[in-house]
């Protein structure tokens, strides 16, 4: 019992905290999205890609989530975005708060949409809502098309999921249509999107969504401070 | 400041279970083997391949556990060694107190192995010690060589590392040299391996390993009950 109480509370501070950021994304007309994923799935490449595609007419910043190593905002900041890494020191998941101490290091009257790549781990991220608008998953193919029903918190709190690396289809065994009927056995909400960034397949769509969803909520007076 | 003490005393406790397992393993002759990784990096895979291997050798038993289906250990059971599913219903990893309950399920007069088939996440059952004599990481060639530096608990926990799923390496951005550097730069005692399961590449340096250890923690009497 005490365990559950411990937990109750801490997950309701972390929720005071990211109603408190989402605060301020609204405020300042920012799309926030959570990437949440396995080690390796394929976030930081997405990232590239996306703010790549969206150069001159998105602002974009990101967080970075890992446990060590400054290498994935290395990567995304090659790409001329303003990006900034949380090194967490061995937590499984970004929370809140932390979110929170970073949001204001933005420049928050042009910054449009700021994703956050999270910390690889498709388990505990799951549980710490961060203030985000959207929240996404990706599983890629040599996961395995039965990894949405092992891990279905991924799946009930997340608005779409990413099946990525599809060029490698042919090598593993991965069923697209029996990952995407698993992913919505779980969540039938989930937009179900399957791409590899490497030979672009699927990418059109993917950038549709993130676009959607960006004007909807970021503010439309910031293209004048485009960068 | 609480939250660290907080912690202390659960894994305190952990711990406490944990030594009261390897207790009934070491009095048993039984050789328990710790296996952790990512989703979908080849765990299920290498178990199905190692009971194979030494069907007519060695007496060995499965734990699995899954935040959700028991699809792992039905896949265990059609080679028709002892297993049993742990379904964590959310939990992040396996506790010692919980594989406790369940050793008593297997025959220990016969069972010369145990091996334990963590939960998918390469961060959070790094923390729980459950009274295995060696751990086990894998890290499946897609998920890129940086993850070893990435994912340092996984590294200095554990006794060696399987890079798996070798048969990707033409498809994927994977350099096996550099991820056996980082793997090395984290945890210079470790044991690092390289295979695939499907191809067989690999294996027989995996089998060496595991049979020099499940032999020399194993009681020897028990190959009279050979199943």
């Given at each position: 019992m005490t365990t559950i109480n411990i937990k109750d509370r801490l997950l309701s501070k972390n929720d005071q905290f990211a109603l408190a950021n989402r605060e301020i994304f609204d405020r300042h007309g920012i799309w926030c999205c959570n990437l949440i994923s396995a080690p390796g799935s394929g976030k930081t490449t997405l990232i590239e890609r996306t703010v790549d595609h969206f150069a001159d007419r998105l602002n974009i910043g990101a967080l970075v989530g890992d446990l060590d190593t400054e290498n994935d905002s290395r990567r995304i900041a090659a790409h001329g975005v303003p990006v900034y890494q949380i090194i967490?020191?061995?937590?499984?998941h970004l929370n809140a708060r932390t979110i929170g101490e970073f949001?204001?290091?933005?420049?928050l009257d042009q910054l449009e949409v700021l994703i956050i790549e999270n910390v690889g781990n498709l388990v505990c991220p799951t549980s710490y809502y961060l203030g985000e608008h959207h929240r996404v998953s990706l599983i890629s193919t040599p996961e395995g098309d039965d990894k949405p029903v092992k891990y279905p918190g991924a799946m009930h709190t997340s608005d779409a999921v990413l099946f990525t690396k599809t060029d490698l289809v042919p090598y593993v065994d991965f069923n697209l249509k029996a990952a995407s009927e698993n992913a919505l056995k779980i969540e039938s909400s989930l937009a179900v999107m399957a791409l590899s960034a490497k030979t672009g397949e699927g990418m059109e769509t993917w950038f549709d969504w993130f676009e959607s969803h960006a004007k909807k909520h970021s503010?439309?007076?910031?293209s004048q401070h485009r960068q």
């Open positions: 967490t020191g061995g937590a499984c949001i204001p290091r933005f420049n503010s439309p007076d910031k």
